[in-house]
């Protein structure tokens, strides 16, 4: 990877790529191995497959939504917690899994992204127990949560990272 990275053509390939996505609202901002990303160190032993029946020599594979929960939570990012509560509605991941996971992934190379990472594991622990308990029979007799305009600042007790390429390259220390 470092090779790749040090090579000018390939940022400058990046760079035409995200030209060619911009109308779609799509961009790559950076390509991670899995010892660069917050994820387990058995992902692979637990990928989902993406329905690909149609194709004769293509199958696709996600990493689980434990994992994807876990590469989210490296920048402390508006975006990605709503992306981790979107990935909890979809699929069920218990408190215990998620403390599993923390757990078991790879110790982040960057201190900073560790501290961060450390950091969100409470956010998203009580995320997911919000979640469930809205799963649950008879919540309308429960105080609902409300989020106000400052949610993310109550919450965390940072201000988001700016939208755009940019956000990825920040890091608040």
């Known amino acids: 990877m470092s090779k790749i990275e040090a090579d000018s053509q390939f940022w400058n390939a990046i760079e035409l790529t995200n030209r060619s996505l911009e109308p779609s609202g799509l961009y790559v901002s950076h390509l991670f191995t899995d010892k660069q ?7 692979l032993d637990r990928i989902v ?5 149609g194709y004769r020599f293509l199958r696709l594979f996600r990493p689980s939504a434990a994992d994807l929960i876990l590469t989210k939570m490296m920048r402390n990012d508006r975006e990605d917690l709503d992306d981790i509560r979107f990935i909890m ?3 069920r991941v218990s408190e215990a ?3 599993a996971a923390f757990l078991k992934s790879v110790k982040l190379e960057i201190p900073e992204l560790q501290s961060i990472f450390a950091a969100m594991q409470p956010i998203v622990v009580q995320l997911a127990r919000e979640i469930e308990m809205s799963r649950e029979p008879n919540t309308a007799s429960r105080p609902q949560r409300s989020w106000d305009p400052n949610w993310w600042a ?8 700016e939208k755009g390429i940019e956000k990825d390259r920040g890091i608040e220390i």
Do not use: V
């Not at 990303?37 to 992902?43: H, R």
């Not at 497959?49 to 029946?53: Q, W």
């Not at 109550?154 to 990272?161: G, N």
């Open 37 to 43: 990303i917050a994820i387990t160190s058995d992902w």
């Open 49 to 53: 497959a993406i329905p690909s029946e």
């Open 89 to 91: 509605s979809q699929e």
């Open 97 to 99: 899994e998620l403390h």
């Open 154 to 161: 109550e919450l965390t007790k940072q201000t988001p990272h």
